[in-house]
């Protein structure tokens, strides 16, 4: 039983993640679209994985980690235009160093599914918008466009 | 002569092929931004790629551009300015987005990004490279994004209810006088039909 944890005491147990995600949601104000997931990892025996590698849209990517504030890991994606980057919840599969090398090992598409990922986080993305439908203008001219047509009926009313 | 030429070019040529190592990887960054305009107090989205081109794995990657974006005239939001990775595979290409947001207003220039790596794992050489740089950016203020590109619909309420006195306080007087004559027409119906 000892030896078991013994073993397994490097790796991190039942992970915890705390998501922050931020993607460009204004396409007036942006070319083109970016994402981030920020990952904090909160183990069960209070380790922290090493690397952390991201597949994302079927790209396997290493995460970033930062230097000033360590045990936060940085997914980022970034597309060419506004339409690339898919609106919704997109899952985004973690694997630490174990399971990246098996999933480097693999070779069928079958093996490559079966490699158990370290888990799961999502990122989520609300589209980007490029304003109001209509203007506020069209609705200040048909308010102000109906004042006028009644005052004007009214008015030939009174001359005829 | 033709032979001189050709022994001087043959030999820059050999030159050149033994500079070129392909043993090594080298490291290209970019440094980006995505925002059609850069206005203060909203989002400046920064995107650097970073493209391991040559055949082996680097190590150790350290990407540092604080000092382009010091503390004074940029809040961090999103992302940070000081990411490592532990590995960038070969030919392999590789982004990361920082968020920030311009405190100031004007000209601003933002210098390049010092990004250090190792070309092999236990070589500890330190390889130093940078990043592209943006220049000279203009920060607009916010009224000026604003003047373009808000939805004014409280400039819109604003002017209403400005040009209201001038509509509605004829439309009173008409609307007085209308029902007084109107009460008047149909008194006069009701005379001429008792008559």
Redesign the interface.
């Known amino acids: 039983y000892s030896i078991i944890y013994f073993v397994s005491g490097e790796n991190c147990e039942s992970p915890q993640f705390t998501v922050?995600s931020?993607s460009?949601k204004?396409a007036?104000?942006?070319?083109?679209?970016?994402?981030?997931l920020?990952i904090s990892v909160k183990c069960k025996n209070g380790k922290q994985p090493?690397?952390l590698y991201a597949d994302i849209n079927g790209h396997v990517?290493?995460?970033?980690?930062?230097?000033?504030?360590p045990g936060?890991y940085?997914v980022?994606?970034?597309t060419s235009t506004h339409k690339h980057l898919a609106k919704g919840s997109t899952i985004v599969k973690l694997y630490d160093d174990e399971a990246y090398s098996t999933l480097r090992k693999a070779r069928t598409d079958d093996a490559i599914k079966a490699v158990k990922p370290f888990g799961q986080v999502e990122l989520s993305h609300p589209g980007a918008s490029y304003?109001?439908w209509l203007?506020?203008?069209f609705?200040?001219v048909i308010?102000f466009g109906l004042?006028w047509w009644t005052?004007y009926r009214?008015r030939s009313k009174i001359l005829a | 002569m033709f032979i001189k030429t050709q022994l001087i070019l043959l030999a820059l040529i050999s030159v050149v092929l033994s500079q070129t190592d392909d043993e090594e990887s080298f490291l290209f960054v970019t440094k980006q931004t995505?925002?059609?305009?850069i206005?203060q107090d909203?989002?400046l989205?920064v995107?650097y790629?970073l493209y391991n081109s040559g055949p082996t794995t680097i190590f150790n990657v350290?990407l540092?551009d604080v000092l382009s974006y010091p503390f004074e005239k940029y809040d961090i939001?999103?992302?940070?300015?000081?990411?490592?990775?532990?590995?960038?595979n070969a030919g392999?290409n590789?982004?990361?987005?920082v968020?920030l947001k311009p405190k100031q207003s004007g000209i601003s220039n933002s210098s390049r990004a010092t990004v250090t790596y190792q070309k092999s794992e236990k070589n500890t050489e330190v390889q130093k490279t940078y990043s592209s740089e943006i220049g000279d950016v203009y920060i607009m203020t916010a009224r000026e994004y604003d003047r373009r590109?808000s939805?004014?619909?409280i400039?819109?309420v604003l002017?209403?209810a400005m040009a209201s006195p001038c509509?509605v306080f004829p439309?009173f007087l008409?609307f007085k006088s209308k029902s007084k004559y109107e009460s008047l027409l149909s008194k006069d119906k009701q005379t001429k039909k008792a008559q």
Do not use: M
């Open positions: 922050n931020y460009t204004d007036r104000l942006t070319a083109e679209s970016a994402a981030q920020e090493g690397t990517i290493p995460c970033a980690q930062s230097v000033s504030s936060k940085y980022s994606v970034a304003g109001p203007p506020s203008e609705f200040a308010v004042i005052a009214e | 995505v925002n059609r305009f206005v909203k989002d989205t995107k790629g350290n540092n939001l999103v992302g940070t300015l000081t990411p490592k990775w532990e590995r960038i392999s590789l982004t990361h987005v968020v590109f939805s004014h619909i400039d819109w002017f209403t509509i439309f008409w």
